[in-house]
């Protein structure tokens, strides 16, 4: 028998097989993914986590081409925006410019510098990574194509798929990468475009659409429906419209575009509004920033009993179990709201359930919405006509952030803060906040609202002065009438 184990342990070193089991196997590394994989290292869980990422670097969508690289851009833009208006503060920038090279440069580096963490979290937690392509081979098993062309297969008491989404491509709009891209490769434009037509003006085209008009780029914001950031509040998407306008954004809504042509002097995409009247739009490049689709493509769910919903995502209750035992899935793949911090929030639910801890199922209404572009906007909960709609006696408060000391201070004084309440027992149903740090004043609202604040409540809590958030404080106060600074 110690002969036995003594070759078994051998084999194992020498990587000839893996007579070890895992409890858990997770599939793709992105916020989802390794969030998972570093809560089931603390519960002292035996984790393996298969990324097939080139060079084995661990962050996903979101690390890689997506939040993190996105917002450095976003960061970059708006600091060479503020340093145009510098002498209305007393200051002064000679021969003011921006090095596109640089900027990359400093983009890049965030990405590399979060990647390695990453790495360095899953070798704290003591997390196996496996560099290859995984597919699901049977109950428990994930077999692997490594980066080296051999397979592995890993044996897995639970396997969790967080494979997130790619970009979905729009018949008659296909992307090059050069005139007519999508939401990856204008991460890594080499120049910044004379002009560019965004097509789609969710958080990812309103974002690029802030980033590149702060750079010169003469931006031109194309929208299908009737309003630009559609699952926002109806008066938070007239505001940033508002301010969009007022930058020299050019916002187009109710726009159908169904045709696209392409010469030597760039693209030309026509279509029809809301009159039913010809429109036409010119520009060096297209950027297209709409649809994006669950990545499960050779995943071997024809293995399972997992199911897939017509719009292609997994069939999951609400504890992301799906139809296969043991098989769970998280991130973009299910029908949540495909955020990173939700994704993170449900491979921990995941991995705490597996690891016999009591859990609770997330409140969905309760998941926070930002888009970061200039003004920022952030949201939790129901919308004005959203609770409206769904039999709510409604009670709402306003504060412009054009009355607030430190917003002047900031010289960022477009926005507001509305807060979305029900009479009869005041609790918060909705807050919306366009304006500078919506994104970061938003937590607030997320704390309280998850314990069953009422407005009054959130309006006698007291805020340091001077500073934004002093605005959530004077919104709740307005849902009965009560803002002092207006």
């Known amino acids: 028998m110690i002969i036995w184990l003594l070759i078994d342990i051998s084999n194992l070193r020498e ?8 409890d858990v196997c997770i599939i793709g590394s992105g916020p989802g993914g390794y969030v998972a994989a570093v809560r089931a290292g603390q519960l002292g869980l035996k984790v393996a986590i298969v990324e097939k990422e080139k060079d084995a670097k661990l962050g996903g969508t979101c690390g890689l081409r997506g939040c993190i690289p996105t917002k450095a851009l976003l960061n970059a833009a708006h600091l060479y925006h503020k340093a145009g208006e510098f ?3 007393g200051l002064s920038v000679k021969d003011l410019s921006y090095d596109w090279a640089g900027v990359q440069k400093y983009k890049s580096g965030i990405v590399d510098k979060n990647a390695a963490g990453v790495t360095y979290l899953m070798k704290k937690n003591k997390v196996t990574v496996f560099n290859g392509f995984g597919k699901i081979a049977g109950k428990g098993k994930v077999e692997v194509a490594l980066a080296d062309g051999k397979k592995e297969t890993i044996d897995a008491k639970n396997i969790i798929i967080a494979t997130g989404s790619v970009v979905r491509p729009i018949p008659g709009f296909e992307t090059d990468g050069k005139q007519v891209v999508n939401s990856d490769h204008i991460l890594e434009l080499t120049s910044v475009p004379k002009s560019l037509i965004v097509m789609g003006s969710g ?19 194309v929208e299908l429906l009737d309003r630009i950031v559609p699952l926002e509040d109806a008066e938070v998407s007239k505001e940033l419209q508002r301010a969009f306008k007022k930058q020299g954004i050019k916002v187009e809504t109710g726009v159908k575009l169904d045709k696209l042509t392409k010469d030597k002097k760039g693209v030309k995409v026509s279509g029809k509004n809301g009159k039913g009247e010809d429109v036409t739009f010119e520009a060096e490049m297209l950027l297209v920033a709409v649809g994006r689709m669950p990545y499960l493509e050779n995943l071997g769910l024809e293995n399972t009993k997992v199911v897939v919903n017509p719009r292609g995502t997994i069939k999951v209750n609400e504890y992301c179990e799906t139809d296969e035992p043991n098989v769970f899935a998280i991130g ?6 495909w955020l990173a911090h939700l994704a ?12 016999g801890k009591k859990v609770e199922p997330i409140k969905q209404n309760l998941v926070p919405n930002c888009t970061y572009c200039d003004p920022e906007v952030a949201s939790v909960g129901l919308t004005e006509a959203k609770a409206k709609e769904a039999g709510y006696d409604v009670k709402v408060g306003k504060f412009p952030f054009s009355a607030s000391g430190k917003a002047r201070i900031l010289g960022e004084t477009d926005g507001f803060v509305k807060i979305v309440a029900e009479k009869k027992y005041d609790e918060v149903l909705g807050v919306h906040i366009i304006g500078p740090h919506a994104t970061e004043l938003l937590a607030e609202a997320c704390v309280a609202m998850a ?10 809590v007291i805020h340091a002065h001077p500073t934004v958030s002093e605005s959530v404080m004077e919104a709740a106060e307005g849902v009965h009438d009560l803002t002092i600074h207006i």
């Open 203 to 221: 958080a990812v085209g309103s974002e690029f659409a802030s980033v590149y008009h702060r750079f010169g780029t003469e931006v031109t914001l």
């Open 15 to 22: 990587g000839k097989a893996l007579a070890e089991q895992f």
């Open 332 to 337: 973009d793949v299910i029908d949540t709201a």
């Open 87 to 89: 002498e209305k503060y």
């Open 344 to 355: 993170s929030k449900e491979g921990i639910l995941v991995v705490e359930k597996i690891a």
């Open 451 to 460: 314990l069953e604040t009422t407005a009054d409540e959130l309006g006698r």
